[in-house]
């Protein structure tokens, strides 16, 4: 009776079993829409980024994109500039190091043209901050003295930390 | 005078003809010797016939027919065995390879199910040296994430690279330590 009921029940492991071993091989990184914000209020950044484009002469901005964007720790956050004579890839991650500490971590592929010819340059580039401080990050370098007949392209960031609205109980 | 023992042996088997099984009747009606000779051959004749050989194939069928009867009532007498109570026999090699084997499968799925959930989709650098990218257009929509949030400069086409790209704080930027 007991050597059948344990065949029984080594059948049904197996039975069990079997999916799990199928689909473990699937990817099991979360995405955004599974990831539980409220249990990870402490991972979850709020990211604002605001892309200008300044006289060089004047540092009058010419342009101004803004866009909002949630993210947790670990996970970057992608963007696209098309920039006319460049295009850059950015991506720009959040860890979290403890409770007032963050790393930005910004990695960039650019392409543009020079002397006459395409060119590619792939940085990644790494800044501890603070959240709600704010960050600036150019793409194409800084300007100097003698190019300030062009145009600065900037991206400015502001980390800030997740804040759960107040549920209503209305 | 009496007949020969081959005569009354052949007047017992009824083989004389008619003329003569009469007088030989009539002799052994009346001689004493005679009739003891008749009865020692009919002494004979039953011993003979009482050891005759019985049919051996006769024998052999009667003896499986009882093996028959006998198995059939065996595997009456015997429980029937269900699936789950079946009894499996297999050889200890073949057991130990099949335990390696789905040890080593279980092992594979928990290590691939363990990094799977605990590695980050890094975004992987586009290996991509001058002598490609000066063949290219200008950006490669292969290495731009579809999925990443879009911004459109409008074409000013003034942008010139002026150096390598600059992370820094706002703060720090504004106190003169990122400019030229």
Known sequence: ?170 | MCPDVEILSSFYDDELEDSQKQVVKTHVDSCPHCQKKMAELGLISRTINAEEEPDFKMAQVNTWNKLMDIIDQEEKKAPKVNFWQRRFQISFPAAAALVAAFIVVLSLSVVSFYMGKHTTSSPTTPELNMTDASDTLLGDDNLFDSSAIEFDIPAINTFIHAGEPLLIKEVDFMNGNGKN
């Open chain 1, 1 to 170: 009776m007991v050597r059948t009921d344990m065949r029984k029940l080594f059948f049904v492991f197996c039975f069990f079993i079997s999916p799990l071993m199928i689909f473990a091989q699937e990817g099991a990184v979360p995405t955004s829409e599974a990831i539980n914000v409220d249990s990870t209020d402490s991972q979850v950044f709020n990211m604002d980024i605001d892309l200008k484009v300044q006289d060089g002469t004047s540092a009058q901005v010419v342009s101004d994109h803004k866009a909002h964007h949630q993210t947790v720790s670990g996970r970057p956050v992608s963007l696209n500039i098309n920039g006319g004579n460049f295009k850059a890839a950015v991506r720009f991650t959040v860890y979290n190091i403890n409770a007032d500490n963050l790393l930005l971590l910004t990695q960039s592929t650019i392409f543009f043209i020079k002397d006459g010819q395409r060119r590619m340059l792939s940085t990644v580039k790494s800044i501890p901050i603070k959240a709600g401080e704010k960050v600036l990050f150019f793409p194409m370098g800084v300007l100097k003295d003698g190019d300030k007949s062009n145009f600065n392209c900037v991206l400015e960031m502001e980390v800030s930390k997740y804040q759960p609205q107040p549920v209503s109980l209305e």
